[in-house]
């Protein structure tokens, strides 16, 4: 299987193409390059949780950004530099926040940082933060990934614009192209994202002998090695992934 050629941005049917798949599947496809990262790395951690789960699966390119909260009287950002940030990358967008505080205290996120970003082109937001404004959000149709939910912004500001990141886990810089949906975010390398449909397709053909042997009735170890033996057919047929 040849890899597509890096380009960016992704068409809006080649970004439809990965809405159509959750996370998993997409962590999946992305394991079947061979080399191209540790199965370990990319991906957000247990702590993070998606607060609307019922959505579907929703794709950007990163806006990163460093808040605090806890302090009185630090230097901010100004807020239009961060609107600035926002439409600085492709649409969609998806805004990736790391708090620097030790123990994440007031949200950044509401309905009214939600309303801006969505009104500037991006589809959620995935923070080691905190997040607000429940109902209001979700009713706006943005996405929520945050570690924890709390009642205050107290002195939440913006510190840093445009820095590489780690949030829970997930090594984020600007551009990088980000899917969540209530397992959780990955982020997707954008010299193989437009693979990721077709290797997902081919995980699909891997998984499925096995499934179909083991909700068949009366399955039996014998059954599953068979359908084992016909999954390393499937990645014979496609060695050059």
Known sequence: MTLAEPTAPLTEAELDAI???DTPTISNALELIKGLRPWTDGFTRPDIICRFPEFETVVGYAVTVEIASAVPGRKSVPRDQYWESIVAQPSPRMIVIHDRDEKPLGSFWGEVNGSIAKGLGAVGVVTDGTVRDLDEVREMGFQFLSKEVCVSH???HAEALGTTIEVSGMKVSPGDLIAADKHGAIQIPLEVARDIPRLADLMGLYEA?????????????DTLRAAMAEQSK???NNAAY
């Open 154 to 156: 107290a002195y939440v």
């Open 209 to 221: 002998p096995m499934i179909k042997a083991a909700q068949a009735a009366g399955a039996t170890p």
């Open 234 to 236: 499937v990645m014979e």
């Open 19 to 21: 809405r159509q798949l």
